[in-house]
């Protein structure tokens, strides 16, 4: 059953603490994707891989950090410098062929700072 | 900069009223428009992609429109299984990543 999996469902972090978001997929795609989502707001992408062991930065990648060792892996840590991260965290991937990328969505990691 | 603005923000219909969601972009060159489905708490469903203007796609109740500035979301017949928020994105011919409106939260009534 191919699919898109992240782990935990959700996340309680204290205040100074690194975390770190897990998102595997079995769909043999090659990019994928990390989103946040704040109520009203539309998503934001935090960082995107195309190949492994390759990554960019998207629009807010301040306080957040990547790897991507592995093509069905591609893990997120939220750091202590990242001021506001409580949000629902949202990873994505896509087929690396062809030039229309559909990004399909993990079921979401919703992370609270306590 | 690629903008997406979706409207309404939130849509409340009686089952069996039919209704459109509108997706305004702007973007230099559009390589594919996406309409996704979200549940609270849950990551969003894709739907359709729609390319180029003039096309349409249709899935159930839900049919989507697109032109060179703007894609509409037709629900025909709503039933409260249809209640959930929609999101439009775009790529651009350029960039493999998807710009995203807030999205319309649309709540049937039975």
């Known amino acids: 059953d191919g699919g898109i999996t992240q782990s935990p469902k959700y996340l309680f972090r204290k205040e100074g603490q690194n975390v770190t978001l897990s998102c595997e997929q079995n769909?043999?795609?090659?990019?994928m994707y990390w989103y946040r989502q704040d109520p009203g707001q539309g998503l934001r992408l935090i960082y995107y891989?195309?190949?492994?062991?390759?990554?960019q930065k998207g629009d807010i990648a301040e306080g957040y950090s990547v790897s991507r060792e592995k093509k069905e892996s591609f893990p997120l840590t939220v750091t202590s410098a990242q001021k506001n991260p409580t949000a629902f965290y949202l990873c994505?991937?896509?087929?690396?062929?062809?030039?229309?990328?559909?990004?399909?969505f993990g079921p979401g990691t919703r992370l609270t700072v306590l | 900069e690629d903008q997406v603005t979706q409207s309404p923000e939130a849509l409340r219909l009686q089952e069996g009223e039919s209704s459109s969601l509108n997706c305004s972009y702007t973007?230099?060159?559009?390589?594919?428009l996406f309409w996704y489905r979200q549940d609270p708490g849950k990551g969003p469903e894709f739907l359709f992609t729609?390319?180029?203007a003039g096309e349409e796609k249709e899935k159930e109740r839900l049919k989507a429109t697109l032109t060179k500035k703007e894609s509409f979301l037709h629900i025909t017949a709503p039933k409260p299984e249809d209640s959930a928020t929609y999101l439009c994105?775009?790529?651009?011919?350029?960039?493999?990543?998807?710009?995203f409106g807030a999205g319309t939260t649309v709540t049937v009534r039975a």
């Open positions: 994505a991937s896509s087929s690396g062929t062809g030039e229309v990328r559909e990004q399909f």
């Open positions: 769909l043999n795609h090659d990019a």
């Open positions: 891989s195309q190949i492994v062991n390759d990554f």
């Open positions: 973007v230099s060159g559009l390589r594919g």
């Open positions: 729609l390319y180029s």
């Open positions: 994105a775009v790529q651009a011919v350029w960039d493999y990543k998807l710009s």
